[in-house]
């Protein structure tokens, strides 16, 4: 079993109550990243919201960091894989995607998964958007293909073409069945599409949606990138209720023109729509917030945000409303020189711009950002391991499903982590991989083990310990 996620020591600081309490800072550790890890540097303007920057980005083809950083730019933790989309699901949970594993995993507050969801009904799922009900059901984007003949789009017949369909599904957190499906097949045509058909000749990827949120009323807000669309879908029926831009649009601007390869609509507490312009073809990268009237049908442009440092973002993206009425923006696919989050005040002033240099504007891109307050704490980690060295633990002891080993090491190693039985024998090797220097915690399967004795060894090159623990019914 991988451990993938590596919390590292440099400093550790413990705020007395009294200054957490004045300052609404968070008890945490400081970070050390190893050689790759991107450059952050900040810019404070103005009076930021509460919390910490939740990002990820690439560094290599299939490898990223997401990581926790504060206003300063120091990393509060990150972890390693080719992951996307780390977001916080609740005062214990976070969410990012694995695309290696094409899966959405909910992590504790100690980075350990909990939980997985991906796509029923054999459909593949796609990493842009989950979102999560007050039930705790997760509403994903989903993916199909399929080989049409014939294709009519934008004025040209292409023959014998791969089109890409999506999917909405909301699946049951429990079972993992699927309660909703929503498809593009029945609802769109590809004369909806705006341009950018997708990937060579031989594909198209009409639609492309990127992001689904739940409104008020319980419907479906679902976004279409290359149709220049958001939709409002029925969750009982699957019928569209309103169409917003794009070709088949039932509203009227007022105040703008509407908006273009647009990411992460979201509806506002007072029924405003809230979404990110990319506008790669109409004009700068925005934040937009317009009010929705169904009575007339009209949009109307509310307020807008843009960086003057900000000129292109044809890719990527996310806007946020913060507890505080800021506005937290992440640029998407920016060039080198530009800022990848801004964070506005409620009057559209910019207060803070944070940048990623990882030495090339490929690597520098942020999917997406977002700012959370996030309670982690260190402090249960730093009483087992007031000692230098390996320092291992074992917990739950006794256990009966599941237990967990913590331990902490100074330097990268190779890491054995194997239980044996009472007579010596192997049951099961839990890890053999290279890890960083830190603080670790790695599940324990031991629900198929029969009740008894038993013992976990940990070794590296230069240290070895067996730890006793007991397997209970």
């Not at 997985?116 to 984007?141: M, Q, V, W, Y």
């Not at 603080?439 to 399967?445: A, D, G, S």
């Amino acid at each position: 079993m991988k451990n993938q996620f590596f919390p590292f020591s440099k400093k550790l600081i413990i705020l007395i109550l009294t200054v957490v309490l004045a300052t609404k800072a968070i008890s945490s550790e400081w970070v050390d990243p190893p050689a790759n890890f991107p450059m952050i540097t900040t810019n404070i303007i103005g009076e930021v919201a509460d919390g910490y920057l939740f990002i990820s980005n690439t560094v290599e083809p299939n490898i990223a960091y997401h990581y926790i950083v504060d206003n300063n730019g120091d990393i509060i933790y990150y972890g390693l894989g080719n992951f996307v989309d780390f977001k916080k699901v609740s005062d214990t949970t976070l969410n990012y995607f694995d695309r290696d594993k094409l899966k959405h995993f909910l992590v504790d507050e100690e980075y350990a998964p909990i939980d997985s969801f991906a796509c029923g009904n054999n459909k593949d799922t796609d990493f842009h958007d989950i979102f999560f009900r007050e039930n705790g059901n997760p509403i994903l984007i989903c993916t199909d293909e399929n080989l049409w003949d014939t294709v009519f789009i934008g004025g040209d017949t292409l023959l014998n073409m791969t089109v890409r369909g999506d999917y909405a599904q909301e699946i049951d957190k429990d079972s993992k069945e699927v309660l909703f499906e929503w498809d593009v097949w029945n609802h769109y045509s590809p004369n909806d599409n705006r341009h950018e058909i997708g990937g060579p000749t031989t594909n198209v990827d009409y639609v492309h949606g990127n992001s689904v949120w739940e409104m008020s009323d319980g419907s479906l807000l679902f976004s279409s990138k290359r149709m220049d669309e958001i939709t409002k879908i029925n969750m009982n029926d699957s019928s569209i209720i309103w169409r917003l831009g794009g070709n088949s649009n039932d509203f009227t601007f007022v105040n703008d023109t509407g908006f273009c390869s647009q990411h992460a609509a979201q509806e506002l507490p007072n029924g405003n729509i809230l979404l990110f312009d990319n506008a790669k073809f109409t004009g700068v990268p925005r934040g937009v917030i317009y009010e929705i009237d169904t009575t007339l049908f009209t949009a109307t442009l509310v307020q807008e945000f843009t960086n003057p440092l900000v000129s292109y973002s044809p890719n990527r993206g996310n806007v946020q409303m913060l507890e505080n009425n800021n506005v937290l923006i992440c640029w998407g696919g920016v060039s080198t020189n530009s800022p990848n989050v801004s964070e506005f005040d409620e009057f559209g002033t910019k207060v803070f711009d944070l940048y990623i240099d990882s030495g090339s504007s490929g690597n520098k891109i942020s999917y997406r950002g977002f700012r959370f307050v996030w309670e982690e704490d260190p402090i249960g980690f730093i009483e087992l391991f007031e000692q230098e060295g390996l320092q291992a633990q074992l917990y739950p002891n006794p256990a009966s499903e599941q237990t967990s080993i913590h331990f902490r090491i100074l330097q990268p190693e190779f890491m054995q982590i194997d239980v044996l039985n009472s007579r010596g024998q192997l049951v099961n090797n839990v890890v053999a991989q290279n890890m960083y220097p830190g603080i670790h915690k790695v599940p324990i399967e031991v629900g198929h083990l029969t009740a008894g004795i038993y013992f976990c060894t940990i070794h590296t090159s230069t240290s070895k310990e067996h730890i006793k623990f007991i397997v209970i019914d």
